[in-house]
Protein backbone atom coordinates (compact mmCIF):
# COMPACT_ATOMS: atom_id res chain seq x y z
CA UNK A 1 0.00 0.00 0.00
CA UNK A 2 0.90 3.24 -0.30
CA UNK A 3 0.19 6.80 1.00
CA UNK A 4 0.12 9.73 -0.45
CA UNK A 5 0.45 13.20 1.34
CA UNK A 6 1.31 16.80 1.38
CA UNK A 7 4.28 17.43 3.96
CA UNK A 8 4.07 20.85 6.32
CA UNK A 9 6.84 22.67 5.46
CA UNK A 10 6.51 25.70 7.98
CA UNK A 11 9.25 24.20 10.35
CA UNK A 12 8.81 25.07 13.78
CA UNK A 13 11.09 28.06 15.16
CA UNK A 14 13.92 27.16 17.31
CA UNK A 15 12.10 27.68 20.68
CA UNK A 16 9.17 24.73 20.37
CA UNK A 17 10.29 21.77 21.72
CA UNK A 18 8.13 18.76 21.38
CA UNK A 19 7.78 15.42 19.23
CA UNK A 20 6.01 16.96 16.48
CA UNK A 21 8.21 19.10 15.95
CA UNK A 22 10.67 16.52 16.14
CA UNK A 23 9.29 14.38 13.70
CA UNK A 24 8.11 17.30 11.02
CA UNK A 25 12.50 18.48 11.11
CA UNK A 26 12.75 14.77 10.51
CA UNK A 27 10.31 14.42 7.90
CA UNK A 28 11.41 17.75 6.25
CA UNK A 29 15.17 15.92 6.15
CA UNK A 30 14.01 12.83 4.35
CA UNK A 31 12.76 15.02 1.71
CA UNK A 32 15.59 16.77 1.13
CA UNK A 33 17.70 13.43 1.59
CA UNK A 34 15.62 11.80 -1.22
CA UNK A 35 15.94 14.82 -3.72
CA UNK A 36 19.89 15.01 -2.95
CA UNK A 37 19.82 11.08 -3.88
CA UNK A 38 17.78 11.16 -6.83
CA UNK A 39 18.20 14.62 -8.18
CA UNK A 40 21.15 16.13 -7.38
CA UNK A 41 20.47 19.48 -8.72
CA UNK A 42 17.45 20.17 -7.05
CA UNK A 43 17.31 23.04 -4.66
CA UNK A 44 14.02 21.89 -1.68
CA UNK A 45 13.06 24.78 -0.27
CA UNK A 46 9.99 25.34 2.72
CA UNK A 47 8.58 28.25 0.74
CA UNK A 48 7.56 25.36 -1.68
CA UNK A 49 4.75 22.95 -0.96
CA UNK A 50 5.80 19.71 -1.21
CA UNK A 51 3.51 16.00 -1.62
CA UNK A 52 4.91 13.16 -1.34
CA UNK A 53 4.29 9.08 -1.69
CA UNK A 54 5.35 6.78 1.30
CA UNK A 55 6.01 3.36 1.04
CA UNK A 56 4.17 1.68 3.60
CA UNK A 57 3.94 -2.37 2.52
CA UNK A 58 6.44 -3.44 0.58
CA UNK A 59 4.64 -5.99 -1.12
CA UNK A 60 2.60 -3.75 -3.03
CA UNK A 61 5.52 -1.89 -4.63
CA UNK A 62 7.14 -5.53 -5.67
CA UNK A 63 9.33 -4.20 -8.37
CA UNK A 64 8.87 -7.64 -10.49
CA UNK A 65 5.60 -6.63 -10.71
CA UNK A 66 4.37 -3.40 -12.25
CA UNK A 67 0.74 -4.36 -11.85
CA UNK A 68 1.85 -4.68 -8.01
CA UNK A 69 0.45 -1.10 -7.45
CA UNK A 70 -3.21 -1.29 -6.61
CA UNK A 71 -4.92 2.31 -7.53
CA UNK A 72 -7.69 1.87 -5.06
CA UNK A 73 -5.30 0.94 -2.15
CA UNK A 74 -4.06 4.50 -2.31
CA UNK A 75 -4.47 6.61 0.83
CA UNK A 76 -5.18 10.11 -0.23
CA UNK A 77 -4.96 12.13 2.53
CA UNK A 78 -4.11 16.21 3.13
CA UNK A 79 -2.93 15.17 6.93
CA UNK A 80 1.08 16.01 7.64
CA UNK A 81 0.59 12.19 8.80
CA UNK A 82 3.19 12.67 11.60
CA UNK A 83 2.49 9.37 13.45
CA UNK A 84 5.67 6.65 12.68
CA UNK A 85 6.26 7.94 9.21
CA UNK A 86 9.89 8.31 10.05
CA UNK A 87 10.04 4.16 9.51
CA UNK A 88 8.00 4.99 5.94
CA UNK A 89 10.38 5.35 2.81
CA UNK A 90 9.31 8.05 0.57
CA UNK A 91 9.26 6.67 -3.05
CA UNK A 92 7.94 9.76 -5.04
CA UNK A 93 7.75 13.23 -4.30
CA UNK A 94 6.65 16.83 -6.15
CA UNK A 95 7.09 20.28 -5.42
CA UNK A 96 5.11 23.25 -6.51
CA UNK A 97 6.92 26.60 -6.27
CA UNK A 98 4.71 29.93 -5.90
CA UNK A 99 5.88 32.76 -8.09
CA UNK A 100 4.03 35.98 -6.74
CA UNK A 101 1.09 35.13 -7.77
CA UNK A 102 1.75 31.94 -10.51
CA UNK A 103 2.28 28.21 -9.36
CA UNK A 104 5.27 26.07 -10.89
CA UNK A 105 5.75 22.91 -10.57
CA UNK A 106 8.78 21.41 -10.18
CA UNK A 107 10.75 18.33 -8.99
CA UNK A 108 8.63 15.85 -10.09
CA UNK A 109 10.47 12.55 -8.77
CA UNK A 110 9.92 8.45 -8.45
CA UNK A 111 12.41 6.65 -7.42
CA UNK A 112 14.34 5.33 -10.12
CA UNK A 113 13.70 1.76 -9.37
CA UNK A 114 9.77 2.30 -8.92
CA UNK A 115 9.39 4.59 -12.76
CA UNK A 116 6.89 2.77 -14.92
CA UNK A 117 4.29 2.14 -11.74
CA UNK A 118 2.10 5.27 -12.54
CA UNK A 119 3.38 6.90 -9.22
CA UNK A 120 4.15 10.33 -10.95
CA UNK A 121 0.55 9.50 -12.78
CA UNK A 122 -0.92 9.41 -9.02
CA UNK A 123 1.22 12.44 -7.41
CA UNK A 124 -0.39 14.78 -10.34
CA UNK A 125 -4.14 13.38 -9.56
CA UNK A 126 -3.46 14.23 -5.99
CA UNK A 127 -2.07 18.04 -6.10
CA UNK A 128 -4.59 18.37 -9.27
CA UNK A 129 -7.09 20.09 -6.90
CA UNK A 130 -4.66 22.79 -5.77
CA UNK A 131 -3.62 23.71 -9.00
CA UNK A 132 -4.84 27.18 -10.78
CA UNK A 133 -5.89 27.31 -14.04
CA UNK A 134 -3.94 29.85 -16.38
CA UNK A 135 -1.32 30.17 -13.60
CA UNK A 136 0.40 27.15 -13.13
CA UNK A 137 3.41 26.30 -15.29
CA UNK A 138 5.92 23.27 -15.20
CA UNK A 139 9.29 23.56 -16.87
CA UNK A 140 10.20 19.54 -18.55
CA UNK A 141 12.02 17.55 -20.82
CA UNK A 142 10.18 16.58 -23.70
CA UNK A 143 10.18 13.22 -22.98
CA UNK A 144 7.76 14.18 -20.56
CA UNK A 145 5.50 16.11 -22.31
CA UNK A 146 2.87 13.25 -22.85
CA UNK A 147 2.98 12.79 -18.97
CA UNK A 148 1.82 16.12 -18.13
CA UNK A 149 -0.67 16.41 -21.12
CA UNK A 150 -2.37 13.45 -20.45
CA UNK A 151 -3.12 13.53 -16.40
CA UNK A 152 -3.65 17.25 -16.07
CA UNK A 153 -3.87 18.58 -19.62
CA UNK A 154 -1.07 21.18 -19.23
CA UNK A 155 -0.28 22.74 -22.72
CA UNK A 156 3.76 23.15 -24.04
CA UNK A 157 3.75 26.63 -25.37
CA UNK A 158 5.46 26.70 -28.80
CA UNK A 159 8.14 29.44 -29.19
CA UNK A 160 5.78 31.37 -30.84
CA UNK A 161 3.86 32.04 -27.40
CA UNK A 162 6.92 32.10 -24.96
CA UNK A 163 6.47 35.91 -25.48
CA UNK A 164 3.30 35.39 -23.12
CA UNK A 165 4.74 33.98 -20.45
CA UNK A 166 5.10 36.08 -17.42
CA UNK A 167 8.30 37.62 -16.72
CA UNK A 168 8.72 35.79 -13.39
CA UNK A 169 8.06 32.35 -14.59
CA UNK A 170 10.42 33.52 -17.83
CA UNK A 171 12.92 34.16 -15.89
CA UNK A 172 13.48 30.77 -13.90
CA UNK A 173 12.81 28.79 -17.39
CA UNK A 174 16.09 31.14 -18.37
CA UNK A 175 17.86 29.96 -15.58
CA UNK A 176 16.99 26.08 -15.43
CA UNK A 177 16.80 26.12 -19.29
CA UNK A 178 19.99 25.08 -20.97
CA UNK A 179 22.21 23.19 -24.43
CA UNK A 180 22.92 20.69 -22.06
CA UNK A 181 19.58 19.94 -20.17
CA UNK A 182 16.58 21.44 -22.61
CA UNK A 183 13.52 21.91 -20.80
CA UNK A 184 9.97 23.07 -22.51
CA UNK A 185 7.58 25.20 -20.88
CA UNK A 186 3.85 23.93 -20.06
CA UNK A 187 0.96 25.94 -19.20
CA UNK A 188 -2.20 24.35 -17.50
CA UNK A 189 -5.44 25.91 -19.08
Known amino acids: MINIRWVETNLPT ?12 KQWSAIKLFYRQHMAYARVSSKESVAVIYQEDVKALDTA ?3 ALPHNEVNSTITSGREGLESREIIAAVRIKHVGQYQLISGLLVAPHLRGKKLATQLLQFIAPT ?30 HIAQVP ?8 RYHSESRPLIIMQLP
Open 167 to 174: AEIMQLYQ
Open 131 to 160: LIPQKCFLFTDISLQALYQQQQQFQWLQPA
Open 14 to 25: QYEHCAASLQQI
Open 65 to 67: NPQ
